[in-house]
């Protein structure tokens, strides 16, 4: 039987979205799942595993592993591969997955299927599809299923697996294996946004961008989110330049949502946005371009100036 | 200090898309082509570091066919001191695996170098594995997305973005960067006049992948077909050109049409 080993991702305690995604896709092929999971104090997230259908969690619980630290990550992932050989080696595609999975496949100087949307496995082959040009063209990869692949799976393409209590497996502890040479790299510290609304539950989510203009100004989608009862969300710029916190971001650094209705107002669409909420069932787009990538995923749009439109709007809801 | 940086020519966004045709060296107009976005953020970053330490050099290194000349000199406009084309022309390169096995023997053969700095990602593959790989290949530390960067003796602190907030990693040097188009090399600087005068006098040196003396093997993965995804069967509905409230009550109309009521959730 295939054996996949899945990297078991977590944040604030939880495993991540991403790589509930991506076991989502795991539990699609109808192979026997591993997983690794990697950091201090986790024997609960580690206990919590299983549910998403994995039979065997190996635990590498430890205080060198209290920062993220690529090198020993990618070291002693090396490690559990050479002891266990399985035939895939999966993770979601978040920011460390996409530093430490290319690090991992090189090591063992092999191809990769990067950001992939899908995977499918036959007799012979895997194959999976990846979009380039920020999802204009896509192209289908394939590699022999007999030797060892690396994987990461891109978000937004997949449902979240949902836990079930029912399911047991194995912890099993794993010790961490760290070379001299992989103390050039040093964890120092990580910054966390403090996290006080869950955008994901919104049904309605009124979204400013870089052109909304200015923080004062950004007054005009809270204004607008209050009115039709929605909630405030935000693309990264607009959360970089400081207009509103961080856990109102939509896109590849923050959420992923899936409302009712998002209005996109003063938002381009970079693709970096677009993976965190084109799911969304009715998009309209508020902006100024009419080229604006945005466009091409909204069902409806207004091409004006948002502070003019939004006053307007709420008077006529 | 020496810093390496790495950029790519891509299809030019507003260049019409081919299947057949998604590299530059399949191309013939040199308006099709560009360079990678996010690589002029590396660039920055590479030019900003030399500046503040007020010695050492930016090379520029960029595989491509002719059509790349381009994007090289666009480097050198926007300040790198030197610059090389590696000729991919001969080569039958059809994963990034093997891209990252050229780029990290250019590197080898440039030697003198303290950090390696690529672009976030690419606008074309997008897959940002340049960066780890290229690191891996040369057992160098790397650190992907960053926003910040510091030196502290023979260290680099940086500041590097994750999912909700930001991780500071300190690495040995030499170190391989990819920089983020977030954060303190948000705006990559323009060219000047002169600069371009300057640029597009400079001979730029073409190396052959057969002198770098690198084993380029065929990747375990293979690209099959590339495909026009299908068309949307509804497209987006625009309003345009009408009185702010005319606009809006058209789009009232149109939701009202399809059965959605935007007031529901007050």
Avoid at chain 1, 170 to 194: G, L, Q, T, W
Wanted: proline share 4%; hydrophobic share 45%; aromatic share 6%.
């Amino acid at each position: 039987m295939t054996k996949v080993l899945v990297i078991l991702e977590f944040a604030h305690g939880k495993l991540i979205g991403v790589t509930k995604e991506c076991l989502t896709v795991v539990k699609g092929l109808g192979v026997e799942a591993i997983g690794v999971i990697l950091g201090h104090n986790i024997s609960e997230l580690a206990s919590e595993a299983p549910k998403y259908d994995i039979s065997k969690v190996f635990k590498v619980d430890d205080p060198q592993f209290e920062g993220v630290n690529i090198l020993y990550h990618t070291r002693t992932i090396e490690a559990l591969i050479n002891q266990e050989k399985p035939d895939i080696v999966i993770a979601g595609a978040s920011l460390y997955a996409q530093e430490m999975m290319p690090r991992l496949a090189s090591r063992f100087n092999t191809a990769m299927f990067a950001s992939v949307k899908n995977l499918e496995i036959d007799d012979n082959e895997i194959e999976a599809v990846h979009p380039l040009f920020e999802e204009k063209l896509f192209a289908k990869m394939e590699a022999d299923r007999n030797k060892l692949n690396f994987i990461t799976i891109l978000r937004g393409n997949n449902p979240e697996l949902e836990p079930d209590a029912s399911l047991t497996g194995e912890i099993i502890n794993f010790s961490p294996v760290i070379d001299a040479k992989d103390k050039r790299e040093h964890f120092i510290e990580e910054k966390m946004a403090k996290i006080s609304v869950d955008i994901t539950k919104a049904k309605l989510l009124v979204s400013g961008g870089r052109g909304v203009g200015t923080k004062e100004k950004f007054s005009i989608i809270v204004d607008t989110a209050k009115a039709l009862g929605g909630e405030v969300a935000a693309s990264r710029a607009a959360v970089d330049a400081g207009w509103v916190p961080h856990d109102h971001e939509v896109g590849q650094t923050g959420s992923t949502v899936t409302p009712d209705i998002y209005i996109a107002c003063g938002i381009s669409g970079a693709i970096q946005h677009l993976v965190g909420m084109r799911n969304s069932k009715t998009i309209i787009a508020i902006n100024t371009d009419e080229e604006a990538p945005i466009l091409e995923i909204a069902h409806f749009a207004i091409i004006g100036d948002l502070h003019a439109v939004l006053p307007e709007l709420t008077k006529q809801v | 200090m020496n810093v390496i940086v790495f950029v790519k020519a891509t299809i030019d966004r507003n260049a019409p898309l081919d299947p057949d045709e998604i590299h530059p060296g399949d191309r013939d107009d040199k308006a099709d082509v560009m360079t990678n976005n996010y690589d002029k953020h590396a660039i920055e970053a590479a030019l900003r570091i030399v500046e503040e330490k007020g010695e050492g050099k930016v090379t520029a290194v960029c595989l491509g066919s002719e059509m790349a000349d381009k994007v090289i000199k666009e480097a050198i406009a926007m300040g790198c001191h030197e610059a090389i084309r590696i000729d991919n022309a001969n080569e039958k390169i059809t994963h990034f695996f093997q891209v990252a096995k050229i780029l990290a023997a250019a590197a080898k053969k440039i030697s003198n170098f303290d950090l390696l700095l690529f672009g976030m990602q690419s606008y074309d593959f997008g897959t940002a594995t340049m960066a780890p790989m290229v690191s891996e290949f040369l057992d160098l530390p790397v650190a992907c997305w960053v926003e910040k960067i510091t030196f502290d003796g023979g260290k680099v602190k940086v500041d590097k973005v994750i999912e909700g907030g930001t991780r500071t990693v300190e690495l040995e040097i030499p170190a391989v960067l990819s920089i983020a188009s977030s954060g303190d090399y948000e705006e990559p600087r323009y060219t000047s006049v002169r600069r371009i005068m300057l640029a597009s006098k400079t001979v730029v040196p073409i190396w052959q992948v057969s002198e770098l003396e690198v084993e380029v093997p065929e990747p375990s993965v293979e690209f099959e077909d590339i495909e026009v995804p299908p068309a949307r069967t509804e497209k987006c509905a625009i309003i345009k050109d009408g009185d702010i409230p005319d606009m809006v009550s058209a789009l009232m109309t149109k939701l009202r049409e399809k059965g959605l009521n935007i007031g529901a959730y007050k």
